[in-house]
């Protein structure tokens, strides 16, 4: 197995088949969510650092693709089930779907995409992360920079 390079991983990808409706009752387009994401173990928690941008990435087959982006709020730790990550996240008003984004030949070589099925966390490179922010409109960058948004709080 290949480590991962600390410059290469600009974004940890989270995944979850729980659409962000099951994550936070009440979550709203452009609020931020603190809540812990189940992640299984591997050298990579140990790359995780508060601060570092994520997003949560949503597979299955009702509206794949990048629904909220955020950071990381804390270390990985021990969680109820298992090793977990706390992280805050912003609700996309519209997602950006799988299709759109795979379109894109840069994105299409991210992790998430070659190996769908892989160990939760994933990562996006810089060119990846750059594919990302390329899409969302321009309020929702800054809500993000800037934290803007009521901030709530949930479990896993």
Request: glycine content about 14%; aromatic content about 4%; overall charge positive.
């Amino acid at each position: 197995m290949t480590r991962l390079r600390a410059d290469a991983v600009a974004c940890w990808v989270l995944k979850s088949a729980t659409p962000p409706e099951g994550i936070g009752a009440g979550w709203t387009a452009g609020a931020a969510l603190v809540v812990d994401r189940c992640v299984r173990p591997s050298y990579r928690l140990g790359e995780m650092r508060p601060g570092a941008p994520c997003l949560l990435w949503i597979s299955g087959r009702d509206r794949p693709g990048v629904h909220a982006l955020g950071e990381l709020a804390g270390m990985p730790h021990d969680g109820p089930g298992g090793p977990a990550v706390p992280v805050r996240l912003v609700l996309l008003r519209a997602h950006l779907p799988r299709a759109d984004l795979v379109a894109d030949p840069v994105f299409a070589g991210a992790e998430v995409v070659r190996m769908p099925a892989g160990s939760n966390p994933s990562w996006l490179s810089p060119d990846q992360y750059a594919v990302v922010l390329a899409r969302l409109p321009g309020s929702m960058g800054a809500c993000v920079a800037t934290g803007s948004g009521g901030e709530r709080s949930a479990g896993s």
